[in-house]
Nanobody, 131 residues
Framework: EVQLVESGGGSVQAGGSLRLSCAAS????????IGWFRQAPGKEREGVAS????????HYADSVKGRFTISIDNGKRTVFLEMNSLKPEDTAVYYC????????????????????????WGQGTQVTVSS
């Protein structure tokens, strides 16, 4: 059974930090891209950060560059999202998702921030940042 389980959410004051974890099981983890997405009340879900389990390359949304860091521990099948300098506008439910890498002669592709491309999703963890 495929599972993605997020943890680490909570409530912090602006300027604080949180570290989210996404534990994966039930699929070939090292052949996937893992993305973190978030959805704030009344807003559409948006991509925040993504990482390839193949080579560790990362992508970030402009809104979180310099504040959030995504990392991966292939041995533990876990992806982390370190969130620093949190702002009230970071308040949202945070989801992790997995998309299988598609290889071609020049490299590989995965969904990055295109949520429709992702195969598996976790249930989400709430992050609340107060001013």
């Amino acid at each position: 059974e495929v599972q993605l389980v997020e943890s680490g959410g909570g409530s912090v004051q602006a300027g604080g930090s949180l570290r989210l974890s996404c534990a994966a099981s039930g699929f070939t983890f090292y052949d996937y891209g893992i993305g973190w997405f978030r959805q704030a009340p009344g807003k559409e879900r948006e991509g925040v950060a993504s990482i390839s389990s193949s080579d560790g390359s990362t992508h970030y949304a402009d809104s979180v560059k310099g504040r959030f860091t995504i990392s991966i521990d292939n041995g533990k099948r876990t992806v982390f999202l370190e969130m620093n300098s949190l702002k009230p506008e970071d308040t949202a439910v945070y989801y992790c998702a997995a998309d299988r890498l598609t290889y071609y002669s020049g490299g590989y592709y995965y969904g990055y921030f295109a949520e429709v491309e992702y195969d598996y999703w976790g249930q989400g963890t709430q992050v609340t940042v107060s001013s």
